[in-house]
Nanobody, 118 residues
């Protein structure tokens, strides 16, 4: 069992930046690929970014490429999402998730709200 706790959300003006953090419980953090997803009001949850276990493969949704950066710190069992040049359409609840194998994510955090004002 893995518990994920996100933080770092908030209200920011368009063009601003935020850094989200997700701390994972347990000693198996290095065995999980980590991902960030988001869900805006009235919309389905969508993929934002993912990072492999060994930190050498990072994938981003087209909508955030060049603006968001995912990273991980094994010593802190933490995955980050640095969000720059934020836009109002980035407003959503952001969730982190992890998976050990396959395409399905096994565990999810409770989410953190990001609101970007125009």
């Amino acid at each position: 069992q893995v518990q994920l706790v996100e933080s770092g959300g908030g209200l920011v003006q368009a063009g601003g930046s935020l850094r989200l953090s997700c701390v994972a419980s347990g000693r198996t953090f290095s065995t999980y690929a980590m991902g960030w997803f988001r869900q805006a009001p009235g919309k389905e949850r969508e993929f934002v970014a993912t990072i492999s276990r060994t930190d050498n493969i990072k994938t981003y949704a087209d909508s955030v490429k060049g603006r968001f950066t995912i990273s991980r710190d094994g010593a802190k069992n933490t995955v980050y999402l640095q969000m720059n040049s934020l836009k109002p359409e980035d407003t959503a609840v952001y969730y982190c998730a992890c998976r050990q194998s396959g395409a399905e994510y096994d565990y999810w955090g409770q989410g953190t709200q990001v609101t970007v004002s125009s």
